[in-house]
């Protein structure tokens, strides 16, 4: 299997939510190597962090990684904004060496080009009424502790991981048709932006096909379905899914590539440090 990539992107990582697959996505990050990793919004959650959520040292230990993607590959990170990761309206832009913090990006790639987002802004619910997007968030974070009830109980029984919220939006009419309009609407987008295509995340459901001419790409989420994208060096781009993942395989085939001069080191642990304060960025 490939291990080295053009350009990953993964998004809805939601770090300090109990949720989140912090380890997992750190471990997915050991397995390949890439020249660009976007970030695509909600990868800190800050509306938990305001209530109930915590910091905890393996979110610290995901960004440690990021880090040695830049020092070791030379890798150039973007971070894109997300709704539960608002708190960055405080500093965007911001450029620190091969780190950026943005909003959104046009990314053009082997003769193609897309646009990248997180997606919250085609919600006119997240947007217009953040009071109703609290409750639905509270409602998923309910859904999402039945769900680890759910797979504890599995798990026991010796059978595979199950998404319960996944199999909620799939029965829930209304929530099909959310997800539908929602692709849609991006794909308009990508064409008034005389864009090839669109690259998003934000609605939890990785997707890789093409609508109206336009290819949508979804990156998924690292809650539930644990995937990302990944662009190879002829522009190619698929999903991998984190429990489809060979680790032995990936491990064996891995080519590790040395820098050939010392980077610079980008001073971003002191932002996020095993004794960051996260409600100091949430206030």
């Known amino acids: 299997m490939e291990t080295q990539f053009k350009t990953i992107v993964i998004s809805d990582v939601h770090l300090g939510t109990k949720g989140s697959k ?59 904004r997300g709704n539960h990761d608002d708190f960055l309206d405080h500093i965007l832009p911001l450029q620190i060496g091969n780190l950026s913090i943005q909003n959104d990006m046009i990314y053009e790639s082997c003769g193609k080009k897309y646009f990248i987002t997180h997606g919250d802004i085609f919600d006119s619910v997240t947007t217009s009424f953040r009071w109703i997007a609290y409750l ?72 890789n096909r093409v609508i109206d001419g336009i290819t949508y790409l979804n990156s ?3 809650v539930e379905s644990m995937s990302a994208l990944a662009e190879d060096h002829e522009g190619n781009w698929q999903l991998i899914f984190y429990n489809e993942i060979d680790f032995k395989q990936t491990k064996e085939s891995k080519i590790i590539n040395l820098p050939e001069k010392d980077l610079k080191t980008v001073a971003f642990e002191k932002f996020l440090g095993d004794n960051f304060q996260a409600n100091s960025l949430f206030k």
Not at 24 to 39: G, H, M, P, T, W
């Open 136 to 207: 639905g968030d509270i409602g998923y974070t309910f859904l999402l502790w039945l769900n680890r009830q759910v797979n504890y109980h599995r798990r026991r029984r010796g059978l595979h991981y199950f998404s319960l919220s996944q199999y909620v939006k799939g029965k829930v009419k209304s929530a099909v048709a959310y997800i539908d309009e929602y692709e849609e609407e991006l794909t308009k987008m990508a064409k008034s932006k005389d864009c090839d295509g669109i690259i998003c995340g934000h609605i939890h459901k990785a997707e």
């Open 22 to 80: 912090a380890k997992e996505v750190a471990r997915f990050l050991k397995q390949y190597s890439c020249e660009n990793l976007i970030l695509n919004g909600d990868i800190i959650d800050g509306w938990q962090l305001k209530k109930s959520g915590a910091w905890k040292r393996k979110h610290t230990r995901f960004f440690n990684r990021i880090m040695k993607m830049i020092e070791q590959d030379n890798t150039k990170v973007f971070y894109l």
């Open 220 to 222: 998924g989420d690292w």
